[in-house]
């Protein structure tokens, strides 16, 4: 069993490198970010919602992120494990994460934190905003999201450290080079897969 958080700064890479560790460890990978993409793509009252926030660059309350997280953990594919990406931003929903843990008996056994520098995370950004077409990448809203991660996520990160569960990975490189420094980084634990 292994319960991962993969964190860093938009365009670190968490998606690009969560479903070889989920594939490792043979754990489902949970984005909040494609959760939400698919709640906007229904084109629900609550995609509504969540896409006039995401659109402005501002994130997803607490409240309502904690509620959609706490049912996905809790599906039957959760039960041996999961990482979690995007999820917790900001200290309350630590406090939620640890409770849903503590429900369930189990503990985090690992923040995996992408470190990337903000001009290089700023490119990938804009050219994913290109191949993608993305509209929560512009200029100016990658430069909301960056201050409100700064504000709002790096506490989480440093919780995390106090606890003494933090990985941190050199992930400014190319995406093999990257996934490298990830794979030794998993290597270090001694999490059985």
Do not use: C
């Amino acid at each position: 069993m292994a319960r991962f958080l993969i964190m860093g700064p938009p365009g670190a890479g968490k998606g690009t490198h969560s479903d070889s560790i989920a594939k490792r460890y043979g754990i489902p990978a949970i984005s909040t970010g494609a959760m939400f993409r698919s709640e906007i793509g229904s084109g629900s009252e609550l995609g509504q919602r969540i896409n006039a926030l995401v659109s402005s660059g501002a994130l997803v309350p607490d409240e309502l992120t904690n509620e959609v997280v706490a049912s996905r953990l809790s599906q039957d594919d959760a039960a041996k494990g999961w990482l979690l990406d995007g999820y917790p931003r900001t200290l309350e929903q630590v406090a939620n994460l640890d409770k849903v843990l503590d429900a369930q008996g189990a503990k985090l056994d690992a923040v995996i934190m992408l470190d990337v520098p903000q001009e290089e995370v700023i490119k990938r950004l804009i050219k994913r905003a290109q191949i993608e077409g993305r509209v929560d990448d512009t200029p100016d809203v990658i430069t909301h999201r960056q201050e409100i991660y700064d504000e709002q996520t790096a506490p989480v990160v440093a919780e995390y450290e106090k606890r003494g569960v933090v990985v941190h990975v050199d992930a400014s490189g190319s995406i093999p080079a990257s996934a490298a420094e990830v794979e030794h980084a998993l290597d270090t634990l001694d999490i059985p897969e």
